[in-house]
Nanobody
Framework: QVQLVESGGGLVQAGGSLRLSCAASGRTFSTYAMGWFRRAPGKEREFVAGINWSGGSTRYANSVKGRFTISRDNAKNTVYLQMNSLKPEDTALYYC?????????????WGQGTQVTVSS
C-alpha cells in the first residue's frame, strides 16, 4: 500500500478554479491506477476521476466531464485534479485513492481528504 496526502482545497467562488494534489509515499506509486472521489454533506461518496498507471488513460464522472482534468507525475509520486468552472454542487471533501482502473473500485489506500467549498 501507499500513503496518500491531499492538498490544495479551499474556498472559491462559482466559476473559479482549484488544483488538488495528492502526494504518495513509496516506490511503487507508478504501478497504481489512481482516483479522486468526493463526499458531500449528507451524500454518498462518489467517484470523480480516474487515471491509469501511466497517465495515458483517464475517465470521469459525467457531472465533472469537460470541467475537471486528472493527471499524474510519476517522477514526483503525485496525482492532480484540475477543477475549472466550479459549481456550488462541487462542494465536498475530496479524497484520492488507489483504484482498479476498469471498475473504478478503490483498493484500500486513502488520503485524509481536502475540503473544497464553492460559494454561489
Amino acid at each position: 500500500q501507499v500513503q496518500l496526502v491531499e492538498s490544495g482545497g479551499g474556498l472559491v467562488q462559482a466559476g473559479g478554479s482549484l488544483r488538488l494534489s495528492c502526494a504518495a509515499s513509496g516506490r511503487t506509486f507508478s504501478t497504481y491506477a489512481m482516483g479522486w472521489f468526493r463526499r458531500a454533506p449528507g451524500k454518498e461518496r462518489e467517484f470523480v476521476a480516474g487515471i491509469n498507471w501511466s497517465g495515458g488513460s483517464t475517465r470521469y464522472a459525467n457531472s465533472v466531464k469537460g470541467r475537471f482534468t486528472i493527471s499524474r507525475d510519476n517522477a514526483k509520486n503525485t496525482v492532480y485534479l484540475q477543477m475549472n468552472s466550479l459549481k456550488p454542487e462541487d462542494t465536498a471533501l475530496y479524497y484520492c485513492a488507489t483504484i482498479i482502473y476498469e471498475s473504478r473500485a478503490p483498493t484500500g489506500s486513502w488520503g485524509q481528504g481536502t475540503q473544497v467549498t464553492v460559494s454561489s
